[in-house]
Structure formats: C-alpha cells, structure tokens
C-alpha cells in the first residue's frame, strides 16, 4: 500500500516554511507572551451584520446543494465589482466561486496545465505557490526577482526563465499587492510582464487578493490592458477584504471557456461553495468600498507607524511597501540570515515574524512583518525589532 506520488511532487520533501510560525503557536500554547507579526490573519473578526446576513439565508433555508460555480446574483455582484475596479469589462459568465482564493489559485492552474508542463511564478511568492502548481502534477519554475529592483519582475527575467528548459512555460503566476513584500506593481511592470506573456504565448495568472489594501499609488489589474482579457485569468477572494478568512469564499474571473473548465472542475472535486456563505458575501459586497475602507483602515495606520519608527535605523532597509498587510524589511546589514534573525528575534525578544528564506530565494535576508495586531503593541513589537537589529550591527 502506498500513497500517491503527487503528495511528495507537492512537497519535494522540504519543509514548508512555517517553522517559525508553529514554533511561536507552541510558545504560547506554554503560556509565553509573544508578539505575533506571521500570518495575514485580520486581528478584527467578520462583522456581525455579515454574520446576521449568513444566518439569515440559511433559517430561510438556504442549506441544500448550491449551484457549482456559484449563484447568478453573486457571479452578477463580483463581476460588477471587478469591472468597476479595474475598468476590465465583466460579465457573469466569467465568473466562477470558489471555496476561497487558495482554491480558486488550484482551480485555474488545474484547467490549464497538464501532467509535466511547466509553470512560472515569482520570487519571493506567496508560500503555497510551488505547491499549488505541483499538486496539478505540473513543474513550478521561478521568474527571480531583486530586492535592489523592489521584488518587480522584469519582463527579460520572464524571458530567461521561459528559455530555462526546453519545455518552456504554460502559464505565470504574479501577485499584485503583494505578499510578501507589499509592493504595488507600477504600470510599466505590468506592461513588461504583458509583452513577455503575450511573446512565450502564456496564461498570465494574477493573483489580486489585497486589492482593498492600497496605502500608495493604485492597483492595476493585468486583465484591463490592451489584449490581455483573453490570455489573464483574476483570483479574488472575500478573506483579506472583507475579514472573512473562515469563510472560504472566492473566485475566478476568466475567458469563458476557462471559466467553463473551472466549473466542470468544481462540479467534480468541491461542489461549489454553500449557498448561505455566499449570500453572505452578496450581504458584504453591497456595502460598497466604504466598508471594504474600514476594514483595510489598521493597516494602513500600521503601516505608516513601520514607516515612522524604522526610519533612520541603518541596520534596515524597508522595501518601499504600498499595499497588502505586510512590510518587508531587508536585514543583510546585520549579518544575519533571515532565519537566523526571525529565531533570535523570536528567542529574545519574543516577537515572531517570518523568514524572507520562506518565501523563496530572492528574499533570503529579509523578514516580513505581519501588520496584524493593535497599534499599540505594533508599534513596541517593531520599535524592539528595530533596535535588535541595531545591536547586531554594534556586535
Ligand atoms: N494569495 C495570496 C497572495 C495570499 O496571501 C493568500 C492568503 N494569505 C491567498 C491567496 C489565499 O487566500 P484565501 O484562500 O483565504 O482567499
């Protein structure tokens, strides 16, 4: 008896980056006070009148199969609320719901690669990137990124990676806002990533998650440039803008016969997302921008207090940071790896943040912080992250 290859092509028996993050849930399990800056967890919870609006739909009982790629009114809502915000016409029909943005990421890389193709994505990446493509039974290659550059890929990298192996590439991921750096792909970024896409004759997939979280300049999503509606397929998601993490809802905006494949997918593997869970989000999409704005408001203020405190401290560089819920710090001045400073940082100071090295190559070196608990304890947990990292310097 054995288990299927796919699960160790998923792993390719490395850890899964992490480590930090289950060693500070058992620090505190033991009772220790840590200050948490890991996941991108909200520290706020869904509000009531989203919950009122989920409880509402399923008394009237709205508790049966749903539909597999999700009710009309809702495909209607997302389909609006992405034209209006990128400008990229929309219709329902290229809208599929998904159990949350992680699933809708499965979804389109399963409709468009098959067993030994190979797939793109940046570095540093989002941790379960690489899993993703390879739980398809696809190859994940990286389009490296510098941190001199601000982690944006460039359309020659692009290039390089396409040319890597004789195979070429199917598809790349790119996410903007981005996790884990927090930068915003400029305009002219987006353009180089489309002309190289559009030269390999890619899928571009664009993970657009945080796209409520802007601190500076704007989003752009790739699907509003010329051209580009019939080769991009968008990845939403409920969770980071609307505090719904638990809920697991998200979805797909594609060409339709790649919406079409997504459907016939879901049908096949989760049956679609329970219909009172997307009444919900139907509930919480219909507040309008203004509520999406209350809900990004902490980390934004966060955001400008990292700004404030780690300014002058020689021994960090922030990487211009304009959106998500995360800084990334560069620390090589300190002499430190990533790991190295995230476990000493967790060791001595009990402030947990995570490793650069888990998100890939391209940010060993750096930790990323999560903008994640109340403004007060923010503000002490990165003031002694700071001057921790002036000490190693001094060393
Ligand atoms: N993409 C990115 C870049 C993320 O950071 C996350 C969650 N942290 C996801 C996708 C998945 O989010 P969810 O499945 O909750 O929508």
Not at 149 to 159: K, M, N, S, T, Y
Not at 316 to 344: E, K, W
Request: charged share 20%; aromatic share 6%; with cysteine.
């Amino acid at each position: 008896m054995k288990i299927a290859n796919r699960i160790g092509h998923i792993t390719q028996g490395a850890g899964d980056g992490w480590e930090i993050y289950y060693r500070t849930r058992e620090m505190i399990a033991a009772g220790e006070r840590v200050l948490t800056l890991t996941i991108g967890e909200h520290d706020i919870r869904t509000d009531p009148s989203i919950l009122n609006a989920m409880h509402d739909s399923a008394m009237a009982g709205n508790t049966g199969y749903a539909f597999g790629p999700g009710n009309r009114d809702l495909r209607e809502e997302v389909a609006a609320r992405v034209a209006a915000r990128t400008g990229a016409e929309t219709s329902w029909r290229n809208v599929v719901i998904t159990p949350g943005g992680q699933a809708a990421l499965f979804a389109t890389h399963m409709a468009l690669l098959d067993q030994g193709d190979r797939a793109l994505h940046c570095d540093p990446y989002y941790a379960t990137y690489p899993g993703t493509i390879r739980a398809t039974g696809a190859d994940a290659a990286v389009v490296a990124t510098r941190s001199s550059e601000d982690f944006l890929p460039q359309e020659r990298a692009i290039h390089d990676a396409v040319a890597a192996d004789p195979r070429g590439a199917k598809t790349l991921l790119i996410n903007t806002p981005n996790n884990p750096t927090g930068v915003i792909y400029p305009r002219a970024t987006l353009e180089g990533i489309a002309r190289a896409v559009t030269d390999a004759d890619l899928w571009l997939i664009s993970d657009e998650v945080y796209d409520s979280q802007v601190w500076q300049g704007e989003h752009l999503s790739p699907r509003a440039l010329p051209g580009m509606a019939g080769r991009t397929i968008a990845v939403g998601s409920m969770s980071k803008s609307h505090a719904m993490t638990g809920s697991r809802l998200g979805w797909v905006v594609a060409p339709e016969p790649v919406a079409e494949a997504i459907a016939t997918l879901a049908t096949n593997t989760t049956y679609g997302v329970p219909a009172f869970i997307q009444d919900a989000a139907l509930f919480a999409l219909r507040q309008g921008p203004a509520f999406e704005e209350k809900i990004a408001a902490p980390f934004r203020r966060r955001r400008e207090i990292a700004m404030r405190v780690l300014t002058g401290h020689n021994a960090i560089r922030v990487i211009p940071s304009s959106g998500a819920m995360y800084v990334m710090l560069d620390i090589r001045a300190t002499g430190l790896t990533g790991t190295g400073f995230a476990n000493r940082l967790l060791d001595e100071e009990k402030i947990a943040v995570m490793p650069g090295e888990s998100f890939g190559a391209a940010s060993a070196g750096h930790v990323r912080v999560a903008l994640t608990i109340a403004d007060d304890l923010f503000e002490e947990a990165i003031g002694r992250l700071a001057s921790f990292a002036d000490r190693q310097m001094d060393a």
